[in-house]
């Protein structure tokens, strides 16, 4: 409303100028000849003739003090100049407006101007009447009081269709998008056929959709994994119960009963914090505290962990790392990957365990190798995923989790885990760090 108001404003200011200035031309055209008349003569000039009369406008020669020489007014019309008036008009051209004439149908518009010589001084006076330049003003803003609410509801109108076309693909994908559910895949936002902001929106917005179905069905796949890996342990910790109440037990085969009830839940915490691991690297928040460790160390104290059930199957742990690489890590992490390492070579594996550790540009490079056959090599590129195993050529009752937690342990500090390809065992732990953080 504010923008057609000025426009309506500016349009009236226009027309009004430029009508001025047409009086204005006429004026000064018609007082130049009358200047030029006087000039010429020697007495009261003629004013009679089509050039100085006319029903819209007067011409009139003054005399000092006001005094008339020659009119095309009525004789009984008033001067069209007072003589304070006609006294500057004899020494400057002087434009009056809205001047009250007799004989002139409205008001009128006068331009007085010096004219004759120095000893006869006159002044030559053209009016214009300004009734039609009001009458067409009136008539402009006649028509903008009523045409400009016009425009405005025609404005209106067009705008909300226009709007309404425009958001029109907007509206389609509120309402897919309310009609997106959990229980229904692979429902997506429409786009809109022009390659525009709007049609860019949509594929991000799906784009953000296939990301969170991927990963809905992530967590609904890692659900049901851990639920099934749950439900075995828990079902031979029932049985074993339900055996060990039962009457007529000697003490020996309950105390077989305890140790194989308290076996499997120490299997069901250490798959309880598996998993809170393996959640927490998904979300991208495995929290790690690195600190300056010794690395010879720690994995010394892998072994130590892992030596008597080394020795229960006749088998050896040894260690080998450079003397006083110290190395900011997150050590408990870390002891948690190479132990999750050790044990799958104990479980999986045979012959004797090697731990090693060296520096490999910017990187330290943990290995665990056995003797065994290794996994196939159709396995290695799923290693890593978790609550997978290779049936073929292993058995065992872990999870399936170990290799995922050492990889995300891994990729917590900034490193992978992978599987050498060279050597069918070899399970290998790459931790990067800066080069100013492996000290030489």
């Given amino acids: 409303m504010l923008v057609l108001a000025l426009a309506a404003l500016f349009v009236y200011l226009r027309v009004s100028n430029e009508l001025t200035g047409a009086i204005d031309d006429g004026l000064e055209a018609r007082a130049a000849d009358l200047a030029a008349l006087v000039t010429r003569g020697s007495g009261p000039p003629d004013l009679s003739g089509a050039l100085f009369e006319g029903e819209e406008g007067f011409s009139e020669v003054v005399g000092p003090g006001g005094r008339v020489v020659a009119s095309t007014l009525p004789a009984a019309a008033e001067a069209a100049l007072a003589p304070a ?33 120095a000893g006869d001084p006159l002044v030559v006076v053209a009016g214009a009447s300004t009734e039609d330049r009001e009458e067409a003003l009136a008539g402009i803003a006649g028509a903008f009081l009523i045409g400009t609410p016009v425009a405005l509801l025609l404005a209106s109108g067009l705008g909300y269709l226009l709007a309404a ?18 229980e229904r895949s692979g429902e997506r936002l429409p786009l809109p056929a022009a390659d525009d902001e709007l049609q860019r929106l949509g594929r991000t917005l799906n784009a953000m959709l296939d990301r969170l179905e991927a990963s809905l069905q992530r967590e609904r796949v890692f659900v049901a994994d851990a639920s099934h890996e749950l439900r075995t342990p828990l079902a031979v910790l029932r049985a074993e119960l339900e055996l060990a109440e039962r009457p007529g037990r000697d003490p020996e085969e309950l105390r077989a009963a305890l140790r194989s009830a308290a076996e499997e839940v120490e299997r069901l915490t250490r798959l309880a914090e598996d998993l809170l691991v393996i959640a927490r690297s998904d979300q991208g928040r495995l929290p790690i505290r690195r600190v300056e460790a010794d690395i010879g160390e720690l994995l010394a104290r892998v072994r130590a962990r892992f030596e008597g059930r080394a020795r229960q199957q006749a088998r050896g742990i040894a260690v080998k790392a450079p003397e006083g690489l110290r190395v900011e890590v997150d050590a408990l992490r870390v002891e948690q990957a190479v132990g999750n390492l050790v044990d799958n070579a104990l479980r999986y594996g045979k012959g004797g365990v090697l731990l090693s550790a060296e520096v490999n540009g910017d990187s330290l490079v943990l290995e665990v190798s056995d003797e065994g056959r290794g996994l196939p090599a159709e396995f290695r590129d799923k290693a890593f995923e978790r609550f997978t195993r290779a049936d073929e050529g292993r058995s065992g009752g872990g999870s399936g989790l170990g290799l995922a937690i050492v990889r995300a342990i891994a990729r917590a500090h900034g490193g992978d885990a992978t599987i050498a390809a060279d050597a069918d065992a070899a399970m290998v732990v790459r931790v990067e760090l800066r080069r100013d953080r492996v000290p030489r």
């Fill in 165 to 182: 076309r425009a958001l029109a693909p907007v509206e389609a994908m509120r309402r897919r998008a309310a009609d997106i559910t959990l």
């Fill in 85 to 117: 008036e006609a006294r500057q008009a004899a020494r400057e051209a002087v434009l009056i407006d809205g001047r009250a004439v007799s004989g002139v149908d409205g008001e009128a518009r006068i331009l007085a101007a010096p004219a004759g010589s």
